[in-house]
């Protein structure tokens, strides 16, 4: 138990000859000791016990030794390396506990994340289960729908069905009991006007010949409701329905201009529905467009009626307005459009303004022609659905017109759209545009009238 003996041993373990190594050795634990406790654990495990009362013994050998030199009687110096060595091995203490303690947080952190995400995935899954238990859900709906809608349609079919076969039983019961009524009165007239011995017509005898011949044959003293309808009319009668008839006759022909085969222009808009594929609701409006102008003989610029009935508008002098202007020519002064009329004929115009009308009404509901973009199908699409998963492909718009470039005026094909459809069939498209705008005022005066 020599100390210069123990501080040398200690200096030669830690690579210093000269024993002051060992001296301060200590001093450099107990430093090190001094760190918080949250300091790095060592990697190496906690040493054995007996390492631990070797360690211990050359430390307070050490420390002894060391105090002895800086003054210290040997009780003191026993008793400050006591006090070093229990602060060393408190702080070693500490920071085993720091790192059970990190360690710990460290596993209850990752426990924490993977409940998070065992939560996180059954969430996932629970909404899953969900959208396809609605999607489901929905579609056995929309099949139930479906079927009964189906089934609604077989029965109103049906219902149609068996009432036109009763309304047809009921016809055919009428027709027959008429049949009976002539035949039973063909033969009452016939029993009274055969002589009595004389062979009665045969049953087989054509009604219309055998009400002929009771006509002929009818007493006029003998009372018969049918007599007044049966009997030809003659006479001053004769005279008066004639006279009638033809009074009627000439109402027409005024009221036709005396132009029997007139030109409807409401067949061209028909086709042009059935062409288009037009929505029924777009369709009503454009019939009720055409209608209204047909109907606006005083304040339409266009006057469709007069230019449709009365053919082409010759420049003479009672086509001529009274500055001058001839008739064919139209202004619209609000827009500053003018229309010449003089060369088209009544169906041309009938055309034009057919397809203004449809024009005018796609605008009013909102909806355009659209066509797929690969050319091969056509679609009227609602404004602000043309993004839709429905509509996307239907890319470009047919009744596009830009009015820095209008078709009729230079190059009429747009680059991003193609040509307005009525431009496609074939319509003049500055007629089309003016009989629209022609249309709408039409309808808001219509409007404010109702």
Known sequence: ????????????????????????????????????????????????????AKAKYAFLMTETQLLKKQGFGPKDARVNAAARWAKSEETR???????????????????????????????????????????????????????ALEEAKKKEEADVLKKKEEEAEVLKKQAEAKREEAAALARRVTERRTPSGAAAPSTGTDTKTTLAAVTAQAD??????????????????????????????????????????????????????????????????????????????????????????????????DDVSFDGVPSSLLFDNVRDLVLDLSQKTPLQIAGDACAASIRVAGVLCDVSLRMHKDGTDTKWVVRGTEHSAENKDFDQRLDFVDPDNPPGFGNSRNKTHPSPWWVAMGFDHNAVDFIAHDIMDALERTNEDD
Do not use: C
């Not at 003996?5 to 001094?34: I, L, N």
């Not at 924490?112 to 996932?124: F, I, S, Y």
């Not at 033809?246 to 007139?262: C, H, I, K, Y």
């Open 1 to 52: 138990g020599d100390a210069t003996q123990s501080g040398t041993t200690q200096g030669t373990a830690t690579g210093d000859t000269d024993g002051e190594g060992a001296a301060t050795q200590p001093e450099r634990v107990v430093a090190a000791s001094a760190e918080p406790p949250n300091a790095p654990a060592q990697p190496n495990p906690p040493p054995d016990p007996i390492d631990v």
């Open 93 to 147: 203490v500490r920071a085993i506990e720091a790192k059970a303690f990190e360690e710990a947080k460290a596993k209850k952190k990752k426990a924490e994340e993977e409940e998070t995400r065992r939560r996180e995935e059954e969430a996932k899954a629970l909404e899953e289960a969900n959208k396809k238990a609605e999607a489901e859900a929905l579609k056995k709906k929309e099949e139930a729908e479906a079927k």
């Open 220 to 317: 006029a003293s003998e009372p018969d409701p049918n007599a007044k309808l049966a009997s030809p009319v003659v006479g001053e009668a004769y005279y008066k329905t004639k006279a009638a008839i033809l009074e009627t006759e000439q109402l027409l022909l005024f009221a036709l201009d005396s132009r029997v085969n007139v030109l409807n222009p409401h067949r061209i808009l028909l086709n042009l529905f059935k062409t288009l594929g037009l929505p029924k609701h777009v369709a009503q409006i454009a019939f009720t467009g055409l209608t209204d102008l047909l109907f606006d003989t005083h304040l339409s610029r266009t006057k469709l009626a007069k230019r449709l009935y009365d053919g082409v508008i010759e420049d003479d002098a």
